[in-house]
């Protein structure tokens, strides 16, 4: 396909297409051209947002020289539903003088071609089971209400019909109109304290934390019956610790390792999986020994001064994350990681090499890739710089499959085969 039009905003958020100036991404801090193929129409459940404290950076139809918009262009982004790896942010640099830090969203290059809107993406997973405009609001209003009649005392579905309803989360949701993935979370304390985190930001951050932390202890009693309900509607559906809304649920693998063994007790219907930074590993390996299924472990990287930058750890190294994925997957865990991406870092050479190390060396299954969702700028001004070349982003998705035997690629958590 031809290389798409420039997508801008004016300041009140209004987009439109420039008729001179062709669409391009950065990586890192630098601007680039989009290859042609890494085009793709907009997806289902996309959307577009303006970036405030930006301008716009198009190409030059004629000459192909960068060009920054009027001074009252602002950039435009789309958000990526899951299935879909964001392969460019799109063109812009920040305005002098504007200390504007972006929300925590995953800005992706956009184009418009042919009255069609183009985004920089791969598309690296099928969209279908996270696909939001599958559900309709109003059967999650009305899921909602049917929940919490049958189980009034129940704090775990109150805390999770806010995250359902307000805050609009995919895995809230699953949990009461049935979904693959159904939420569990439980602790409100964590042993890292992430650059990015959506849940808890320090009072002098340059951006609020978008959603509300968990402030209670949900119960055993009230888990294993979040837990039973999933599972009762969809034998193969996955409960999974660990949630957006907390903090790291192995901080509390005293009460998780009762409910698992309880749960089982009464079921063997469904899998049980845990999102998890997997720092604290005898408490891993605690959770494991209960009868964990499935166990997804964030990290943004292999490299200790990298991984330490962005997760600034409590207590724990990237080494016992290590350990904690090779003892699950000795006794038969199905591991993946939930592997924060962005482009311009993840495909840092030293990065790809040491992150192939890493997933064969822990035999991990599956790589999520998922868009980590950060200011560009303020991210970068917390990790250590490049060292080597940039190889982008399709070449880190063909690395691990061809280097890495038996690993799969994927976007979410999938129930084992």
């Known amino acids: 396909m031809k290389t798409p039009h420039l ?3 004016n300041e009140h958020g209004e987009v439109m297409d420039h008729p001179d100036l062709l669409a391009v991404g950065r990586t890192a801090s630098y601007i680039t051209d989009v290859p042609d193929e890494e085009w793709i129409p907009l997806p289902s459940g996309a959307s577009l947002t303006w970036l405030p404290g930006t301008r716009a950076i198009g190409a030059n139809e004629t000459t192909g020289e960068f060009e920054a918009v009027g001074s009252e262009a602002y950039a435009v982004g789309a958000l990526l539903p899951q299935g879909f790896t964001r392969l460019l942010l799109p063109g812009y640099v920040k305005r002098p003088n504007d200390d504007t830090t972006l929300p925590l969203f995953g800005y992706t290059a956009v184009g418009w071609q042919d009255g069609e809107i183009y985004v920089a993406a791969h598309p690296t997973d099928e969209p279908g089971p996270w696909d939001p405009s599958l559900i309709e609001e109003r059967d999650v209003e009305s899921a909602v209400q049917s929940m919490l009649a049958a189980h009034p005392e129940n704090r775990l579905f109150e805390h999770l019909s ?6 609009g989360c995919m895995t809230a949701k699953n949990t009461f109109v049935g979904g693959i993935e159904g939420a569990l979370p439980v602790s409100s304390s964590c042993n890292a304290g992430c650059v990015g985190c959506i849940s808890e930001q320090p009072d002098d951050a340059p951006f609020p934390s978008p959603q509300t932390r968990l402030n209670f202890r949900p119960s055993v009693d009230d888990i294993v ?8 509607r969809n034998p193969q559906a996955i409960v999974s610790f660990g949630q957006g809304c907390e903090g790291e649920p192995t901080t509390r ?6 409910s698992i063994r309880q749960f089982r007790e009464k079921t063997q219907d469904g899998f049980v999986n845990i999102n998890t930074n997997a720092g604290l590993t005898h408490g891993i390996k605690a959770i494991v020994d209960a009868g964990l299924d499935l166990m997804r472990v964030s990290t943004i990287s292999a490299i200790d001064c990298h991984y330490n930058a962005y997760y600034r750890p409590r207590g724990y190294t990237l080494e016992n994350v290590a350990e904690s994925l090779s003892y699950a997957a000795e ?11 962005f482009p311009g870092v993840t495909d840092r050479e030293e990065e790809v090499e040491a992150m192939v190390e890493f997933l064969r060396t822990n035999h991990v299954r599956l790589v999520q890739m998922r868009n980590l969702n950060i200011d ?3 991210y970068l001004s917390k990790i250590p710089p490049a060292r080597g070349d940039l190889l982008g982003m399709r070449s880190v998705i063909d690395i691990f499959k061809s280097e890495v035997p038996g690993l799969t690629v994927g976007s979410y958590s999938h129930v084992p085969a």
């Open 225 to 232: 019956e979040v837990m039973l309900s999933h599972v009762s």
């Open 331 to 341: 006794v038969g865990v199905y591991t993946s990681i939930n592997y924060l991406v």
């Open 162 to 167: 806010s995250c359902a309803l307000s805050y």
């Open 7 to 9: 997508l801008y905003a």
């Open 253 to 258: 693998f005293v009460d998780i390792v009762r």
């Open 376 to 378: 560009a700028e303020y």
